[in-house]
Protein backbone atom coordinates (compact mmCIF):
# COMPACT_ATOMS: atom_id res chain seq x y z
CA UNK A 1 0.00 0.00 0.00
CA UNK A 2 1.81 2.90 -1.19
CA UNK A 3 -0.16 5.91 -0.17
CA UNK A 4 -2.28 4.49 2.35
CA UNK A 5 -2.03 4.45 5.91
CA UNK A 6 -3.46 2.23 8.33
CA UNK A 7 -6.28 3.41 11.13
CA UNK A 8 -5.04 1.77 14.33
CA UNK A 9 -6.96 3.86 17.08
CA UNK A 10 -10.89 3.30 18.14
CA UNK A 11 -11.42 6.98 18.18
CA UNK A 12 -10.06 6.94 14.70
CA UNK A 13 -12.34 4.64 13.89
CA UNK A 14 -15.78 6.22 15.42
CA UNK A 15 -14.72 9.44 13.79
CA UNK A 16 -14.53 7.86 10.39
CA UNK A 17 -17.58 5.73 11.04
CA UNK A 18 -19.89 9.05 13.00
CA UNK A 19 -19.21 11.40 10.82
CA UNK A 20 -18.57 9.68 7.26
CA UNK A 21 -21.18 8.33 4.56
CA UNK A 22 -22.38 4.86 4.33
CA UNK A 23 -22.39 2.43 1.65
CA UNK A 24 -23.45 -1.10 1.90
CA UNK A 25 -23.49 -4.10 -0.38
CA UNK A 26 -24.31 -7.75 0.23
CA UNK A 27 -20.66 -8.70 1.86
CA UNK A 28 -19.00 -5.49 2.43
CA UNK A 29 -19.95 -1.96 4.02
CA UNK A 30 -17.84 0.32 3.87
CA UNK A 31 -17.80 4.21 5.56
CA UNK A 32 -15.93 7.15 3.88
CA UNK A 33 -14.71 10.32 5.40
CA UNK A 34 -12.42 13.08 3.37
CA UNK A 35 -9.44 14.07 5.96
CA UNK A 36 -7.43 16.84 3.65
CA UNK A 37 -4.24 15.02 3.57
CA UNK A 38 -2.48 13.61 0.77
CA UNK A 39 -2.93 10.06 2.35
CA UNK A 40 -5.74 7.55 2.52
CA UNK A 41 -6.40 6.27 5.82
CA UNK A 42 -7.69 2.57 5.72
CA UNK A 43 -9.58 0.77 8.92
CA UNK A 44 -10.61 -3.11 8.44
CA UNK A 45 -13.05 -4.39 11.61
CA UNK A 46 -14.46 -8.02 11.80
CA UNK A 47 -16.89 -8.86 13.95
CA UNK A 48 -15.74 -11.11 16.36
CA UNK A 49 -19.51 -13.15 16.24
CA UNK A 50 -18.58 -13.26 12.36
CA UNK A 51 -16.60 -16.51 12.52
CA UNK A 52 -13.65 -17.56 14.64
CA UNK A 53 -10.17 -16.04 14.49
CA UNK A 54 -8.43 -17.69 11.92
CA UNK A 55 -11.85 -16.73 9.57
CA UNK A 56 -11.79 -13.44 10.51
CA UNK A 57 -8.01 -13.01 9.76
CA UNK A 58 -8.56 -14.69 6.27
CA UNK A 59 -11.30 -12.19 5.34
CA UNK A 60 -9.17 -8.86 6.49
CA UNK A 61 -6.57 -10.27 3.95
CA UNK A 62 -9.05 -10.59 1.40
CA UNK A 63 -10.38 -7.04 1.80
CA UNK A 64 -6.64 -6.04 2.21
CA UNK A 65 -5.90 -7.30 -1.29
CA UNK A 66 -9.12 -6.04 -3.30
CA UNK A 67 -8.09 -2.81 -1.70
CA UNK A 68 -4.02 -3.01 -2.93
CA UNK A 69 -5.95 -3.69 -6.10
CA UNK A 70 -7.54 -0.96 -6.36
CA UNK A 71 -5.32 2.05 -4.41
CA UNK A 72 -3.85 3.36 -7.95
CA UNK A 73 -7.22 4.07 -8.89
CA UNK A 74 -8.63 5.65 -5.72
CA UNK A 75 -8.00 9.85 -4.99
CA UNK A 76 -6.26 10.13 -2.31
CA UNK A 77 -7.41 11.69 0.96
CA UNK A 78 -10.21 10.14 2.56
CA UNK A 79 -10.34 7.83 5.33
CA UNK A 80 -12.29 4.58 4.65
CA UNK A 81 -13.26 2.07 7.58
CA UNK A 82 -14.61 -1.40 5.80
CA UNK A 83 -16.73 -3.56 7.74
CA UNK A 84 -17.75 -7.22 7.51
CA UNK A 85 -21.42 -7.27 7.17
CA UNK A 86 -22.93 -9.15 10.15
CA UNK A 87 -25.40 -11.33 8.09
CA UNK A 88 -22.72 -12.72 5.80
CA UNK A 89 -21.84 -16.31 6.01
CA UNK A 90 -17.80 -15.57 6.56
CA UNK A 91 -16.76 -18.65 5.13
CA UNK A 92 -18.75 -18.34 1.67
CA UNK A 93 -16.28 -15.36 1.31
CA UNK A 94 -14.96 -15.03 -2.39
CA UNK A 95 -12.24 -12.54 -3.17
CA UNK A 96 -13.84 -11.80 -6.74
CA UNK A 97 -16.56 -11.15 -5.11
CA UNK A 98 -15.79 -8.91 -2.61
CA UNK A 99 -13.38 -6.79 -5.40
CA UNK A 100 -16.25 -6.24 -7.79
CA UNK A 101 -18.62 -4.92 -4.57
CA UNK A 102 -15.80 -2.72 -3.45
CA UNK A 103 -15.37 -1.31 -6.92
CA UNK A 104 -19.03 -0.43 -6.95
CA UNK A 105 -19.01 1.42 -3.58
CA UNK A 106 -15.60 3.31 -4.67
CA UNK A 107 -17.87 4.25 -8.14
CA UNK A 108 -21.13 5.20 -5.92
CA UNK A 109 -18.88 7.10 -3.67
CA UNK A 110 -16.83 9.14 -6.43
CA UNK A 111 -13.69 8.33 -5.14
CA UNK A 112 -12.11 6.51 -8.38
CA UNK A 113 -10.21 8.59 -10.68
CA UNK A 114 -11.46 9.14 -14.22
CA UNK A 115 -9.21 7.03 -16.37
CA UNK A 116 -8.08 8.49 -19.66
CA UNK A 117 -9.75 7.81 -22.79
CA UNK A 118 -7.07 7.57 -25.65
Request: aromatic share 10%; hydrophobic share 40%.
Amino acid sequence: MKKTKMLKKNYEFRAVLSKGKFFAEKEIEISILKNNKNLNLLGIAVGTKNGKAFQRNRVKRIIRECYTRLEGQVIEGYSIVILMNKKFCISDIKFSEVFIEMQKIFEKAGILKEEEKI
